[in-house]
């Protein structure tokens, strides 16, 4: 079955380090987008990502950076300029307008704590 | 700059009862979502909204969009308690010909209690 995998589901961060967050879909989508969310609060676009080779920030994008070389993924380095990264992140991915479907798929989630 | 506002932020409910979550957001968009998220948990599609007077119901839960009002309502049905979770609508933006994105509610916790 096609979906959004999303790895680790927890990872732990030490000041000063950076770490990578995995997302990977098999659902032939063309945006792909990341999301966090801190305890309480909605999600806030990080970055979005329309085809390969080409991304945009969100509204929270300081202290994070992207890549796509792949249209299937879209991977999220949270920098150690980011300096409160402990959330919850989100990825999630949505076909091209016109094709019919206006659904959002998104991942299970990757924990991230700063110890 | 695109806000969605809902209300309430919480809501304890017995079960039994009726209630309704309001969604409403600052300028047009093309389309609405609703999502239950659970604990720890991710985003669980409920309902798509694409036009205004649209109105979709699953089991329980019911939802609607006013796209003159700029308001969308999530209605619960005699509530249960596993119906007991966090519930985001998102508005779509569609930046010009560009994709759009969804941006998102602060989430209305909804308690069910016996």
């Known amino acids: 079955d096609g979906g959004i995998t999303q790895s680790p589901k927890y990872l732990f961060r030490k000041e000063g380090q950076n770490v990578t967050l995995s997302c990977e879909q098999n659902l032939n989508h063309d945006a792909m987008y990341w999301y966090r969310q801190d305890p309480g609060q909605g999600l806030r676009l990080i970055y979005y990502?329309?085809?390969?080779?080409?991304?945009q920030k969100g509204d929270i994008a300081e202290g994070y950076s992207v890549s796509r070389e792949k249209k299937e993924s879209f991977p999220l380095t949270v920098t150690s300029a980011q300096k409160n990264p402990t959330a919850f992140y989100l990825c999630a991915s949505r076909k091209a307008p016109g094709q019919g479907n206006y659904g959002y798929t998104f991942g299970s989630g990757t924990r991230l704590t700063v110890v | 700059e695109l806000k969605v506002e809902q209300n309430p932020l919480f809501l304890s409910m017995q079960e039994g009862k009726n209630y309704t979550i309001y969604c409403n957001y600052s300028t047009t968009s093309d389309r609405l979502y609703w999502y239950r998220q659970d604990p720890g948990k991710s985003l669980e599609s409920l309902f798509v909204l694409l036009s205004n007077g649209a109105v979709k119901q699953e089991g329980r839960l019911m939802a609607s969009l006013d796209t003159k009002a700029r308001l969308s309502t999530l209605h619960i049905t005699a509530a249960v308690h596993d119906l007991s979770a966090t519930y985001f609508c998102?508005?779509?933006?569609?930046?010009?010909?560009?994709?759009?994105?969804?941006?998102f509610g602060k989430g209305t916790k909804l308690s069910v209690k016996p």
């Open positions: 990502s329309q085809i390969v080779n080409d991304f």
């Open positions: 998102a508005v779509d933006m569609n930046y010009g010909g560009s994709q759009g994105n969804l941006i």
